[in-house]
């Protein structure tokens, strides 16, 4: 995974866009993007009254266990999960290599549905997810400080003029 991913204001709009377009198409109650590390990237819906940290954290955590699992019995991974529960489910999806895709929602919709619209939508997000990589790529080669060595910085703190 890469930590220090940085997502630009123009992408972080395009994410959102897809999210909520994906909440309206599937009327799921509420949709979350998150990295595998539980930071939230997008959450659109009814999230209000949802302890979104905590939701994060454990869709994260129920990702990598099941990624585990998915090892352990010769697989690469589960990149589908269901949870079904007597008033909402939950549908979490793994999106490329670090992200995840978690989506609320009741009787108003169907898993058919959901599975349906996630396929897309994710498609989408991973999309954006490559264009950003590659951005940030070209943005590193022009990066001024790239050219910055630790001998640089010693002979700039140094006490010798």
Do not use: W, Y
Not at 82 to 108: K, W, Y
């Amino acid at each position: 995974m890469n930590p220090r991913i940085v997502i630009f204001e123009e992408e972080q709009r395009q994410l959102e866009g897809v999210c909520k377009k994906l909440a309206k198409d599937s009327l799921a109650r509420a949709i979350f993007l998150l990295d595998k590390n539980g930071q939230i990237i997008v959450a659109t819906g009814e999230v209000a009254e949802i302890d979104t940290t905590s939701l994060a954290s454990l869709v994260a955590g129920t990702a990598a266990a099941t990624s585990s699992l998915a090892r352990l019995l010769g697989e690469e991974e589960f990149p589908v999960h269901f949870h079904e529960g007597q008033r909402d489910n939950l549908h979490i999806s793994i999106v490329g290599p670090e992200h995840i895709l978690a989506v609320i929602f009741d009787q108003r919709s169907s898993l058919g549905l959901v599975r349906l619209r996630v396929k897309k939508a994710s498609d989408q997000l991973l999309e954006i997810f490559v264009k950003l990589a590659e951005r940030q790529s070209e943005d590193q080669g022009n990066n001024v400080f790239s050219e910055i060595t630790d001998e640089d910085i010693d002979n700039l703190f140094s006490d010798s003029f």
